[in-house]
């Protein structure tokens, strides 16, 4: 992918347009006791100005079982809190791949639950344009 390309699909990322989605709408703290009180227990981190990417990866789709979750990251503008303190408030983040989605906006990866709070967009983008966010 060529320079110019990838910078707009890096800005896609961000500022461009998708499919709107509902996050929470629980107060931080409210969300905060919530997601203490699930077993098993896990980090957890509340985001909010968030993007749900679907990683475009040609011909994967066709080996995936039908009940095999598409791969997804999340990407948020803004962190509301993060359980082990590892992102600051107000920074962003970038999840590692999904592997479980709760209720509909508890978006889960191998180490970290994200608390998807507020309107969302869910977009498709590649790996590569992802993996240039820094």
């Keep these: 992918m060529s320079p110019p390309n990838l910078l707009q699909e890096i800005a896609?990322?961000?500022?461009?347009?998708?499919?709107?989605?509902?996050?929470?709408?629980?107060?931080?703290?409210?969300?905060?006791?919530w997601l203490s009180s699930m077993?098993?227990?896990r980090p957890f981190c509340l985001v909010?100005?968030?993007?749900?990417?679907?990683?475009?990866?040609?011909g994967e789709a066709q080996e995936?079982?039908?009940d095999a979750l598409p791969p997804a990251i999340i990407y948020s503008n803004y962190v509301l809190f993060d359980s082990r303190y590892?992102?600051?408030v107000g920074g962003w983040v970038r999840s590692t791949m999904l592997v479980a989605v709760r209720d509909g906006f508890i978006?889960?990866?191998?180490?970290?639950?994200?608390?998807?709070?507020?309107?969302?967009?869910?977009r498709t983008t590649s790996l590569g344009a992802v993996g240039s966010i820094r």
Aim: with cysteine; net charge negative.
């Design 12 to 33: 896609s990322i961000i500022h461009g347009e998708g499919v709107a989605m509902v996050g929470c709408d629980l107060s931080v703290n409210d969300a905060r006791a």
């Design 39 to 41: 077993e098993p227990s």
């Design 48 to 58: 909010a100005e968030w993007s749900w990417l679907d990683l475009d990866s040609p």
């Design 64 to 66: 995936r079982s039908e």
């Design 86 to 88: 590892r992102f600051p």
């Design 107 to 122: 978006f889960e990866t191998r180490n970290t639950r994200y608390l998807l709070m507020g309107p969302g967009v869910r």
